[in-house]
């Protein structure tokens, strides 16, 4: 069990060009922790270059000789290669902090689960709501952004909702970068920081917190059919919290799909006396038990192959794992 005041760290920053940020570190005298971790917490602005997806890959020959292969929904399957195009996102982030403000770190996750949506973002995210939970720096709503109309980015500490905020802003080049129709681009800014907390039953209407929803917002709510996760599965009560939440919106129509990123953490643990991954275990074993309610048949839950090119800078270990999660409602 970690103590509150514990520091924990994500080795994302190694493969990236990180430069201290001194304009940022007012930021950390507002971070509740005590005064020993402060003076420990550092925050970085990290250049996280990524390789563009190729263009669609249509092979002429295949074409001819009829070798063409389609997916389940009958959409023809198309090859993705990458190309040597490349962008570069802008993160603020710590290098490290205390269990209760990991979202200020970047985890891996993040940048599985980017480049998953870089290589698909066409067929699942283009002209989708996206609702991204435990967002953290905001990365993967960024990338996102690049393809949807709307993304909702939440998390639900203060801090971390204004870091994921100031990212945003600071990546405005990429936001709509893959659109297709001009018809959507009709928001300032495609991705909207909010807070949305899984403890709570309900994401308030509330003008008066900066990160409060608007009556307009919770009816875009409503109309979500992706919801993104990354790195949220690290401690059993809010795997069940986040589960839950899930749960209550994917039951609502109109029908959503989740995909989570996770990274198996293994440990040795003194209650088996062996190596284990707990917070893994509970979550298989929760999606393995997904609860059927009225007006819903079953749940479709998938591991995706994680062979899709790597367009970001990290190490993709098998312990990197990405599911895909809907529920099938009745007609
Ligand atoms: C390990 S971080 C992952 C952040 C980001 N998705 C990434 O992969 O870089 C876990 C995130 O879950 C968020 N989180 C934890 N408990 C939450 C809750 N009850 N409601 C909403 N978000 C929560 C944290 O604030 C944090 O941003």
Redesign the pocket.
Known sequence: MMKADELVL?DVHLYSDNRPQDKLVSIVACVTASDEVKSQLKVVQSHFVFKLPGMQQYNDNALERKELSYDDDGDLLVKREESDEKEVMLLNHFLCTPL????L??????LL?SDYLLCYGHKILNEHHVL??????G??SIIAGMFSSCVFC????DN?LEFSQNNVEMNKHLLGYFQRSNSICEKSCPVIVKR????KHECEINLEDPWGWTMQEKDDLKKVNVIL????I?DDN?TD??FETVIRLMLQPPSKVLYI?LEKRINFSLDVMDVACPAYTHFYQYLQNLPLHSGHQDWDVQQVPTFFPQLFHYKRTPQLELWRVEALLSK
């Open positions: 994500s209760d403000l990991v979202g770190q970047v985890w891996s996750g993040a689960l991204e939970l435990g967002a953290g720096s990365l993967c939440t998390d639900f500490v971390v949305f907390d899984w403890t996760a990354a790195d949220v690290y809010l919290a986040f990123s």
